[in-house]
């Protein structure tokens, strides 16, 4: 992937990120949309993904990690798309 492609995908996550934001019932639509997605094809990458633009709509990602009492630097090691973390510790974090 070029990085052309890789910064127009980071901006859409932040701007539909701070969408969600503005709307809590929509993020929480679009949680329980990547949770049933996920059960249904256990695709992790893609979960991953998703969760990214959450943490993202809660805050930030340092926010995140600093009420999950992890460094910044785990948060993003485990949404990379070649980590692969446990999903309930994940979920744990984003409950803060």
């Known amino acids: 992937m070029n990085m ?9 996550d932040t701007t539909f990120a701070k969408k969600l934001a503005a ?3 929509h993020l929480k639509n679009y949680e329980d949309f ?5 059960n249904k094809t256990g695709d992790i990458a893609v979960f991953l993904e998703g969760l990214k633009v959450v943490a993202k709509a809660k805050g930030n990602i340092k926010g995140l990690a ?6 910044r630097k785990s948060i ?3 949404l990379s ?3 692969n973390p446990g999903v ?3 979920l744990q974090y984003l409950n803060y």
């Open 4 to 12: 052309e492609k890789i910064l127009a995908l980071e901006d859409f």
């Open 88 to 90: 309930k510790s994940f």
């Open 81 to 83: 798309k070649d980590s």
């Open 23 to 25: 709307n809590p019932k």
């Open 76 to 78: 993003y090691n485990m």
């Open 34 to 38: 990547i949770t049933k997605e996920f």
């Open 66 to 71: 600093k009420n999950a009492k992890v460094t």
